[in-house]
C-alpha cells in the first residue's frame, strides 16, 4: 500500500523560510511524478509545483512562488521535498504531497495527509 508522509510545517513569520519532505513507501519512487499542492482556507486546493522522476519541475501558478519555492526529489531516499523562502502570509495554507502514475490501464494517484504552513507575526 502507498503511503505518502509529510513533515515540515509549521508557525513561521514573515520572510522566513520552510522546507516541507514528504517520503513515500510502499511503491517504486522513481515512476511517479511527485507534486505540492496546497489549499487555504475557504479555496479550493491548487497545484504549487511537480517534478518528475528526471528532475523536471513544473511551477503552477509562477508569480505566486516564482523564485521563492523549489521543489527537488532525492530518488534514492524516496522523498520530494518543496524548500519555500520569502514566506508571505498568503502562502498560509495546507501543504499536500501528491504521488501520480499514469499506467497502461488506469492513473495511480496518491495523497499525504496534509502539513500545515501558518506565515505571521
Known amino acids: 500500500q502507498v503511503q505518502l508522509v509529510e513533515s515540515g510545517g509549521g508557525l513561521v513569520q514573515p520572510g522566513g523560510s520552510l522546507r516541507l519532505s514528504c517520503a513515500l513507501s510502499?511503491?517504486?519512487?522513481?515512476?511517479?511524478?511527485m507534486g505540492w499542492y496546497r489549499q487555504a482556507p475557504g479555496k479550493q486546493r491548487e497545484l504549487v509545483a511537480s517534478i518528475q522522476s528526471g528532475g523536471t519541475t513544473t511551477y503552477a501558478d509562477a508569480d505566486s512562488v516564482k523564485g521563492r519555492f523549489t521543489i527537488s526529489r532525492d530518488n534514492a531516499k524516496n522523498t520530494v521535498y518543496l524548500q519555500m523562502n520569502s514566506l508571505k502570509p498568503e502562502d498560509t495554507a495546507v501543504y499536500y504531497c501528491?504521488?501520480?502514475?499514469?499506467?497502461?490501464?488506469?492513473?495511480?494517484?496518491?495523497w499525504g495527509q496534509g502539513t500545515q504552513v501558518t506565515v505571521s507575526s
Open positions: 510502499g511503491s517504486i519512487f522513481t515512476i511517479y511524478i
Open positions: 501528491n504521488a501520480v502514475y499514469v499506467g497502461l490501464e488506469r492513473k495511480y494517484d496518491y
